[in-house]
Nanobody, 125 residues
Framework: QWLVAESGGGLVQSGGSLKLSCGASGFNLDRSAIGWFRQDPGKPGKEREGVACIRGNDGTTYYADSAKGRFIISRDTAKHTGGLQMNSLKPEDTAVYYC???????????????WGQGTQVTVSS
């Protein structure tokens, strides 16, 4: 069974930083495209939003406009994990953050095959 799991969420004040991590079992995350998505349960009907993604073959990264200049997506091949460093956090970044793995790095949630359960990030003002 292929599984993905996130960690590192929590409560932080506006302007603070958090780093999320993503691990996988049953497959090699190093060769997968990794996407980070978020969804605010307090806003039902709002689709899962792509935040950042990284290619599996060459490490090329992509960011949503809301994340550019503040978030950094990465992978650690030694630990077989992915990461999302989030800086200068804002209250509007509050959401459940999901790590996803797939073949192609896109901001489209439908392109990913494997998803974690999500980790809550709350930014207080």
């Amino acid at each position: 069974q292929w599984l993905v799991a996130e960690s590192g969420g929590g409560l932080v004040q506006s302007g603070g930083s958090l780093k999320l991590s993503c691990g996988a079992s049953g497959f090699n995350l190093d060769r997968s495209a990794i996407g980070w998505f978020r969804q605010d349960p307090g806003k039902p009907g709002k689709e899962r939003e792509g935040v950042a993604c990284i290619r599996g073959n060459d490490g090329t990264t992509y960011y949503a406009d809301s994340a550019k200049g503040r978030f950094i997506i990465s992978r650690d091949t030694a630990k077989h994990t992915g990461g999302l460093q989030m800086n200068s956090l804002k209250p509007e970044d509050t959401a459940v953050y999901y790590c996803a793995a797939g073949l192609i790095a896109t901001m489209n949630a439908g392109d990913y095959n494997y998803w974690g359960q999500g980790t809550q990030v709350t930014v207080s003002s």
